[in-house]
């Protein structure tokens, strides 16, 4: 099993530009997650899927919006690039269980280093 | 609104040392969740803790849940040199829709 993939790895985007950002993952989890991590910043929640078909905004969702057309992939759009969404972006899935985020760990994918100049 | 604080955001140990790394959150929540982060590397979970009371242990590793307190603590038994890294904790909101992240801690082990 791959896990968690991402596509790309690295990208450099100019203000303006639009883009999206692929997330796989082979493990049939039914929740899934995009972050975007900053220095100095933990992880904050950009949007989340807890299925095919659905997602919703999660605490830094302006700017980008996504797709769950298929169970195994998660897409992120960057409609208009601007500087301040230089980061570095992770996705994540989780398998159900007692609720939303259930017991269970999320999974994390390995990253997409985006730079907007 | 939930807020996560994780102190020290630096620490620098001295091989063989003890060391505990604490992580309060303000609002009421049962999951909370201890990762790790190379530099450069994408975040590898450690730990789940679920309940009040519960006690995870991984090798030099431990970590602790008071939810009365709203306070988990990492301890490090005997710090070595592959401890090195970055240590989150993360804490599932009320209403389940996402898990709020501390800033981080960055382990440094000297010998």
């Known amino acids: 099993n791959a896990g968690v993939t991402q596509t790309p790895k690295f990208r450099v985007l100019k203000t303006g530009q639009s883009m999206t950002l692929l997330c796989a993952q082979d493990?049939?989890?039914?929740?899934m997650y995009w972050y975007r991590q900053d220095p100095g910043m933990g992880l904050r929640l950009i949007h989340y899927?807890?299925?095919?078909?659905?997602?919703a905004k999660g605490e830094v969702p302006d700017g980008y919006n996504v797709s769950r057309l298929k169970k195994q992939n998660f897409l992120l759009g960057l409609e208009s690039a601007a500087p301040s969404q230089t980061s570095v972006y992770f996705c994540?899935?989780?398998?159900?269980?007692?609720?939303?985020?259930?017991?269970?760990?999320?999974?994390f994918g390995p990253g997409t280093r985006l730079t907007v100049t | 609104e939930l807020k996560v604080e994780q102190n020290p955001l630096f620490l620098s140990m001295q091989e063989g040392k003890n060391y505990t790394i604490y992580c309060n959150y303000s609002?009421?929540?049962?999951?909370l969740y201890w990762y790790r982060q190379d530099p450069g590397k994408s975040l590898e979970s450690l730990f789940v803790?679920?309940?009040?009371?519960a006690v995870k242990q991984e090798g030099r590793l431990m970590a602790s849940l008071d939810t009365k307190a709203r306070l988990s603590t990492l301890h490090i038994t005997a710090a070595v040199h592959d401890l090195s890294a970055t240590y989150f904790c993360?804490?599932?909101?009320?209403?389940?829709?996402?898990?709020?992240f501390g800033k981080g801690t960055t382990l440094s082990v000297s010998s």
């Open positions: 993360a804490v599932a909101n009320q209403a389940g829709t996402a898990l709020i």
């Open positions: 609002t009421t929540s049962d999951r």
């Open positions: 493990m049939n989890h039914e929740y």
């Open positions: 899927s807890v299925g095919e078909g659905t997602t």
């Open positions: 803790l679920l309940s009040n009371g």
């Open positions: 994540a899935s989780s398998p159900p269980g007692q609720g939303f985020l259930s017991s269970y760990e999320q999974y």
